[in-house]
């Protein structure tokens, strides 16, 4: 069965409570290649807006020394969440119910955690969801810990075209959506302590970016 998801704005297949992600199913292995590349032995990770939950089970199929908290305010999206999890032996833990444009939204997450994970989120969402998950990573990490973002990003007259496109596409669906420039990330990074460490070009014109709490 195949359904339409506004909120992933693309048709995610379904068998029971697991959705399939088109385009999850394009990139998970490239991300977990990259998260495998950047996160230190042992993290744990608190994955915001999971969607379907196929990157959490990528990532920790290919590190398995790496524990993972995922989560999403979408009850559908937990229901997917948890049934791919039971194919991680125990490190994934049960998804979350979170939004980052909730005040404090932070408080409800088990600690310790080394990493916070992102994707695909803070354009399809307003600029204030992608300052709550900037706000409540600095709240749940100590120095050094990481946060990482994927996603499509403006970069200038560097912009790839076809972001350029895709952000005009979002914003003529809601005027608070658009492809997000990655120096106004870096500042909203900056004023709540982080830097960017890292800059991991990916497939279709996507970025890994790494921000570190309390690098230089
Ligand atoms: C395009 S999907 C991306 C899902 C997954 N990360 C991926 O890359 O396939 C966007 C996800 O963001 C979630 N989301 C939207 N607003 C959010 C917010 N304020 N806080 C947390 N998650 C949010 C939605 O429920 C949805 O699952």
């Known amino acids: ?22 385009s999850a199913g ?18 744990r990770v608190l994955e915001i807006a999971s969607g379907t939950g196929e990157h959490a089970l990528a990532c920790v199929t290919e590190r398995t020394d790496l524990h993972w908290q995922p989560s999403d305010p979408d009850p559908a999206s937990r229901a997917s969440i ?6 991680a032996g ?9 939004d980052t444009q909730q005040s404090g939204w932070w408080q409800a997450v088990p600690l310790p955690l080394s990493a916070v994970f992102c994707a ?3 354009h399809i969402a307003p600029w204030e969801a992608a300052e709550g998950l900037v706000a409540g990573s600095a709240a749940l990490l100590e120095e050094s810990g990481q946060l990482v973002l994927y996603g499509p990003f403006l970069e200038g007259d560097a912009t790839a075209p076809s972001n350029l496109a895709f952000d005009a596409s979002l914003k003529s669906r809601d005027p608070r959506w658009g492809v997000r420039a990655r120096d106004e990330v870096e500042a909203l990074a900056a004023s709540c302590g982080f830097a960017l460490t890292q800059r991991l070009d990916m ?6 970016l790494v921000f570190v709490k309390g690098a230089p």
């Open 1 to 22: 069965m195949t359904g339409s998801s506004p909120i992933a704005l693309e048709d995610r297949g379904q068998t029971g409570a697991r959705m399939s992600s088109p």
């Open 26 to 43: 394009r990139n998970r292995d490239v991300i977990a290649a990259a998260l495998a590349s950047v996160l230190p032995q042992g993290s």
């Open 82 to 87: 948890d049934d791919w999890a039971r194919e």
């Open 90 to 98: 125990g490190r994934i833990a049960p998804a979350l119910d979170l």
């Open 120 to 122: 695909n989120m803070i």
């Open 203 to 208: 497939p279709a014109n996507n970025l890994v």
